[in-house]
């Protein structure tokens, strides 16, 4: 088995169907579930929304393939890696657990696809998280991962824990509360051994923050996830600095998201 | 009232732990490095096979798996220093240069079309030789003296059991021509060969030796 597996080899059943970032951009489809206009797009996800039902079906299929792609990327850390050269063991501990909490979100998240009234397969998947998964440098890739796209998960989860709540729908809820207190793990995991790895190498530190805002950036299209009252993704605050991040660091995020806002077609 | 002058033996009737064990504590030692190696090893290939196998139930259990392997791993590897060995990684080594031959082999199948060699590697060949080598070790050392390690291999084997059951299920499940038996069967033969060669996962003696020694005749 080869070291770095590539992203379009990625194993799947006839059920699942690949699409690029640009393609599914530009999938009048999409466009359909998301809302007919940009602003409608950009509206926070309730249950009262007209489209708010499809858009939460439609995101917890992109959570199901997401979980599917965070459990390949943290085992090929497992494989791709030598203890002791590359890494130290407790990392590979670590990304092995994460294997365990992926593959039960996997298990989670297609139970409540299914429960809301979702087939697999129904919409497309893009390999962005696990390409952020394939950096041959082991900091770059646990910052690119845990901190960006897992601090991305503590955002949908906890804005999906809260439209179960107001949905009235308490299977929803407790899912979401419990797969969100693993990826608080998983963050702290990655403001770990960012830490640790970095803690006489600035310019690796800075290099792989450098890579960290790379993909906060992918997935904040439009202010996608912000901290404004009406954002469709609440960024959470308080979640957050329980998993390492700092004040400035949460702020960065949240101006990063407030320009693409503003910058986002009306 | 008890009478708590009334003398009992140190050992209840029903314990019949003894003394003493098989293995001396170097011996011990050196068995469980080559037991994390093994499970390192072991749970480095499941994480790298999960995004190389397209049925969505195998993927899964992988991932669930090379989590197990990992926590054996950090077990053996936390018994390591009580047993006076204090560089952990210097006896974290393969018993020798045959097992490394049948890791290099059973980790060999890549493409998703080989999902069946993947999981017969693991659940049909492996596994089975850890369960033997692990019982043996527990068994054969002594209950009092080596406790920790006893107590650490029993959790380890319900794991085991646990895994194995689930893993030979799913080559059950997925073995349905002559052809694909065939396939199975073929994998298996060829990495039980190298396990063969090797003697065990810790080497010959793994699961210790049952024959008598007797006189030559003249």
Known sequence: MRKIFPAE????????????????????????VAGGNASEQLAKLTPGLANGPDRARALMHGIFVGEIQALEGAGRTCWDFEVGEDVPFELKLDMARQCWDEA???EISVSLADHMGTELGEFAEN????????????????????????????????????????????????CEDWMLADEVTHVKMGSDWLRRLTENDKERLE???????????????????????????????????LAGFSDDEIDEIADMSREARAEAPS | MTDTKRPREPFAPWDRRSLPGLFDVEETAE?????????????????????????????????????????????????????????????????????????????????????????????????????????YHRNATSEITDMP????????????????????????????????V??????????????????????????GDPYVEMPEEN
């Not at chain 1, 950036?217 to 308080?238: A, Y």
């Not at chain 2, 107590?151 to 021509?177: A, C, P, V």
């Not at chain 2, 199975?184 to 063969?196: D, F, P, S």
């Open chain 2, 149 to 180: 390690t006893v107590r650490i291999l029993d959790f380890i084997l319900q794991d085991e059991f646990n895994d194995w059951r689930e893993g030979e299920m799913l080559i059950q499940s997925m073995i349905e021509t002559e052809a694909e």
């Open chain 1, 9 to 32: 080899e990625l194993a799947r059943d006839a059920r699942f169907i690949r699409q690029t970032n640009e393609q599914r951009l530009s999938d009048p489809r999409g466009t359909r």
């Open chain 2, 31 to 135: 068995r469980i490095g080559h037991y994390k190696w093994v499970e390192m090893k072991l749970f480095e290939a499941l994480g790298g096979w999960v995004a190389t196998v397209p049925e969505l139930d195998v993927k899964l259990r992988l991932g669930t798996h090379c989590y197990h392997h990992a926590w054996h791993a950090d077990l053996f590897d936390k018994r390591l220093p009580e047993l006076r060995e204090m560089k952990t990684e210097r006896l974290t080594v393969p018993a020798n240069d045959q097992l490394v031959a049948f890791f290099e082999a059973m980790t060999e199948p890549e493409d998703a079309t080989m999902t069946i060699e993947k999981l017969v590697g693991v659940y049909r060949v492996l596994i089975p030789h850890k369960i033997a080598a692990y019982t």
């Open chain 1, 207 to 241: 290099k792989a923050l450098e890579f960290q805002k790379v993909v906060d950036r992918l997935f904040s299209f439009n202010g996608f996830r912000g901290e404004d009252d009406d954002s469709p993704i609440q960024l959470t605050r308080r979640f957050r600095e």
């Open chain 1, 104 to 106: 039960r979100h996997c």
């Open chain 1, 127 to 174: 390999g962005l998280l696990y390409e952020a998964a394939c950096n041959p440098d082991p900091v770059l890739r646990l910052t690119g991962v845990n901190r960006a796209l897992e601090g991305l998960a503590i955002d949908v989860f906890n804005t999906m824990k809260e439209f179960g709540n107001l949905a009235g729908d308490p299977v929803l809820e407790f």
């Open chain 2, 182 to 207: 065939e396939r199975a069967m073929n994998h298996q033969l060829k990495l039980e060969k190298l396990m063969l060669a090797a003697g065990g996962i810790a080497g010959p003696g793994s699961i």
